[in-house]
């Protein structure tokens, strides 16, 4: 049994899936199926009851499963200080972020570039989720860091504020709106738009504003990414209201255009979390000072 094991399983129940843990571990399908019968032979126990579908844990596979995070988790932290003991002044050790779709996949993955260039030890694994699963991540201590909107306040998590958003109209060069300097609520009225999940924060809080200036939005669609929203955009199915820092390229290719509110009520505020009681490696320490040494 070595590490690698503990990896493999790992992947396998946080995934459920043997083929996406092969293709995260470079390994074979065959191959992990493999690892598992010996680590099921080596405990003498089945962990894995692969007579129904999808697979399901044993007790004995959730016990081993719990386990797994553990150990990895008491690795990699120790990996981390070795690498860090080096010297004092350089930073090593892998940070685990989950983000959500909408922090902007290109900003936040240029972001984590500079800083690994500028920390060559470091190796940031960064996971895009909805907002509930990134809470639910920091829960089970799958990710050190998350990076939501409109930030829920826990007892056990502590909240940095990384920016505030302002939000604008995001629509086709070609819509009539486009050439609007600004807009009022009212220009809305009546105006096909592209919506957040009704189930999503952001969308609350801009369905929020909508009806306290009176305004029935007419929703033609719903995604629950700002990717699919923005595309959606570009074929002129809509405008949609987005955060600005979002749609910095579209705009700059001119893929999209944009017309601010003149109502200054639709801020977005982003955070960053992390566990108040588990400390924070070197590496999540300093890539937390990175992005808020970084806010535009």
């Known amino acids: 049994m070595n590490i690698q094991d503990f990896k493999i399983f790992f992947d396998i129940v946080t995934h459920n899936s043997f083929s996406q843990a092969a293709a995260m571990n470079h390994v074979s399908q065959s191959a992990v199926s493999q690892t598992v019968r010996r680590l099921e032979s080596e405990l003498n ?12 844990l044993t007790r004995a596979g959730k016990h ?4 797994s995070k553990k150990i990895l988790n008491l690795f990699e932290s120790l990996c981390s200080e070795v690498q860090a003991s080096e010297t004092e002044e350089e930073i090593a050790g892998v940070v685990r972020v989950a983000a959500i779709y909408s922090v902007g996949l290109v900003e936040l993955n240029q972001r984590i570039q500079l ?13 895009y989720q909805r907002p509930n699963l990134i809470y639910d991540s920091l829960d089970r201590d799958e990710v050190d860091l998350g990076v939501v909107s409109y930030p829920l306040p826990r007892k056990d998590l502590k909240i940095l504020h990384w920016r505030n958003e302002r939000m604008a109209l995001v629509c086709h060069p070609d819509h009539p709106l486009s050439r ?7 220009l809305l009225q009546g ?22 200036n009176g305004i029935e939005a007419e929703i033609v669609m719903e995604f629950d990414n700002v990717e699919n929203i923005k595309q959606a955009v ?13 749609v910095k390229r579209d705009v700059h290719y001119r893929y999209l255009s944009v017309v601010p509110l003149e109502s200054a009520e639709l801020i977005r505020p982003v955070g960053i ?4 009681h588990k400390p924070l490696s070197t590496a999540s320490q300093a890539f937390i000072k990175f992005l808020l040494d970084s806010t535009d």
């Open 64 to 67: 081993f499963f719990e386990g």
């Open 273 to 276: 979390l992390h566990k108040k």
């Open 45 to 56: 126990c089945r962990l894995i009851d692969r007579s129904v579908r999808p697979f399901q």
């Open 180 to 186: 609007q300097n600004s807009i009022t609520a009212d």
């Open 191 to 212: 105006v096909k738009l592209i919506a957040f999940d009704r189930d999503l924060p952001i969308r609350k809080q801009i369905d929020k504003w909508l009806l306290k």
């Open 115 to 127: 800083f690994v260039r500028l920390h060559p030890k470091t190796n940031v694994r960064l996971a």
């Open 234 to 246: 570009e074929v002129k199915a809509g405008a949609s209201i987005l955060p600005l820092p979002t």
